[in-house]
């Protein structure tokens, strides 16, 4: 510091009897009146001294997004990024879903180039490999805005340290990040929602302090579409749903890729024109009517990764078994009964009396069980009701139109007369 006011500002390190020296005045007056909370890395947020929190703090990020130009062209072939447009426009199963891409990627990129951050949903792209789901999420959405930072490990809470996020505006997690166990899983749900809801996050570097930032920028998921890969979706229950973005990518898109030297003289080429149009684009009224204010684009989850995803979470496993003993019960042992009701070991107990849903019961506790049946009912599988008392959860389970009630068998008709049999 000494060095560089004097070298830069030309201040005098030389005292006099009665006075300090320039250097030392002005370290001075910056100790006295110039004191900061914490510097820290506020991604897009106004560069150098500013207030958080009703603290001073020096954000140190320098980033900048890619810079649009003045021109604005069309969209499509007679425009000036033919390719960009025509990866998009193939990019998905149905066209609807690009317009909550574009409604999103606008949301982001124009709060990071106003340093005004934006809150908004999180992405995931789903579909089968070499489809552009890593191209589109990385090498077109994450240079638009100065790049992309590596996030499995710290949204699974493998590793503690996890400063270089701050440094960018969009986290980004791959293929099988979060299948390695069920409570993975669960821990890697939570952090993505809690994630993309709260934009309070605590910045840890290794060597130095750690601090609370602000971070409120994209989540950004891929996977492949297979039974296994879209068990690492983070849990789609009601609250999950309306703060993300499910996408399904085209198996038939006629994009073809180069290598990727040319791929990234493409991109560079023609990304500042696409964001001029970006800007400038509006989204159809069924992407935002109705939006709640805080994301400003309604929620999408294309309509059968829904169902695959569901069928693919680990509670899918208990939802089958509890199903199954459900109808036996309704049929066999209460035909009447109209709803059952317990707590959740009291459910255990019930179904272990048959032999057979004791043994696969063998790996659900009773713990995991009231868990399960919170996600069920989040995800309005069955018909689930909760009443807490002082020292216990009642759940109670609906009957609905699984769980018809068994037909009476007719009564047999006696005759009275001797029949003749051939």
Request: charged share 25%.
């Amino acid at each position: 510091m000494r060095r560089y006011l004097s070298v830069e500002h030309r201040l005098s390190t030389r005292a006099t009897k009665t006075d300090p020296s320039e250097v030392d005045s002005a370290l001075n007056y910056i100790s006295m009146h110039n004191r900061i909370s914490c510097a820290q890395s506020f991604a897009f947020y106004p560069k150098g001294i500013f207030n958080y929190q009703g603290e001073t703090v020096l954000n140190l990020h320098s980033r900048d997004v890619v810079k649009h130009t003045d021109l604005i062209t069309v969209w499509g072939s007679e425009g000036k990024f033919p390719r960009m447009s025509f990866f998009l426009d193939n990019a998905f199963t149905t066209p609807e879903q690009l317009h909550y891409l574009l409604a999103r990627w606008k949301k982001l990129y124009r709060g990071c180039l106003t340093r005004k951050p934006e809150q908004g949903q999180g992405v995931i792209f789903c579909g089968p490999p070499g489809k552009g789901k890593t191209f589109l999420l990385r090498a077109l959405i994450g240079y638009s805005v100065g790049g992309f930072a590596e996030a499995g490990a710290y949204l699974t809470r493998a590793d503690g340290f996890n400063s270089e996020l701050f440094h960018v505006a969009v986290w980004v997690v791959d293929d099988g990040t979060s299948l390695s166990s069920d409570n993975i899983h669960r821990i890697f749900s939570e952090s993505v929602k809690k994630g993309i809801a709260n934009p309070e996050h605590r910045l840890n570097e290794k060597f130095r302090k750690a601090s609370m930032v602000r971070w409120e920028h994209l989540i950004g998921i891929t996977c492949n579409d297979d039974p296994e890969s879209l068990r690492g979706i983070p849990n789609i229950d009601l609250s999950s749903k309306e703060k993300l973005l499910i996408f399904r990518m085209n198996p038939n898109s006629p994009f073809v890729f180069e290598e990727k030297n040319v791929m990234s003289e493409i991109i560079e080429r023609e990304m500042p024109y696409f964001l001029a149009w970006l800007l400038q684009y509006d989204p159809p009224d069924y992407v935002v009517k109705g939006a709640e204010p805080r994301w400003g684009i309604n929620n999408y989850c294309e309509p059968s990764l829904a169902r695959a995803a569901n069928q693919s979470a680990p509670v899918n496993g208990f939802f089958e078994l509890l199903t199954k003993w459900l109808r036996e019960y309704y049929f066999e042992t209460n035909g009447d009964a109209s709803f059952w009701e317990g707590t959740s070991t009291d459910l255990r107990v019930a179904m272990s009396a048959d032999f057979v849903f004791a043994e696969l019961l063998r790996p659900f506790q009773a713990n995991h069980i009231g868990r399960f049946l919170a996600q069920i009912q989040s995800k309005s599988l069955l018909k689930i009701t909760i009443t807490d008392s002082e020292h216990e959860r009642i759940w109670r389970i609906e009957r609905d139109d699984r769980f018809k009630r068994r037909p009476t068998a007719p009564t047999p008709s006696v005759s009275t007369k001797f029949e003749k049999t051939q």
